[in-house]
């Protein structure tokens, strides 16, 4: 059985009367910028990286970074 998610549980960009007027944009925006992006490189872990661990604080991130190898794709 599934739980009900509280209707504000994820809002980055506030929530309510007071939502920010450009999430619809930001959204869009980092839709397109991941796309391009993941179209034009293959991203990796460097060989010898830790194991990735969450570290949530008031965004989810991960704990000490992230190592990453970028490859242009051809």
């Known amino acids: 059985m599934l739980?009900?998610?509280?209707?504000?549980?994820?809002?980055?960009?506030?929530?309510?009367?007071?939502v920010c007027i450009g999430n619809n944009f930001a959204l869009m925006e980092a839709t397109l910028l991941l796309a391009t992006i993941g179209s034009r490189y293959t991203?990796?872990?460097?060989p010898d990286h830790p194991p990735v661990e969450p570290e949530p604080l008031v965004t989810l991130r991960p704990k000490g970074g992230l190592q990453m190898v970028v490859t242009a794709r051809r």
């Open 3 to 18: 739980k009900k998610i509280p209707a504000f549980a994820y809002f980055p960009f506030g929530g309510g009367p007071r």
């Open 43 to 46: 991203l990796g872990l460097t």
